[in-house]
């Protein structure tokens, strides 16, 4: 039953970080495969390139993306 526990809260933490917005952009604009640069993700979420930087990073701690 622990292992149902934890498979759901990673579905829960992978849900809540694609559930903004600009985070779902960004993932999207990466869905290629292709890495592009933070300022690219800004321009296509239309944020700051210091605005990507810390959502690149709540979805590198939610394991959407590796960092």
Known sequence: MGSSQSVQTGFSRIAEALGDP???AMVSALADGK???????????GISPQGASAHLQKLVDARVLSG
Request: glycine share 8%.
């Open 35 to 45: 890495a592009l640069p933070a300022g690219e993700l800004a321009a296509v979420a």
């Open 22 to 24: 600009v985070r779902e």
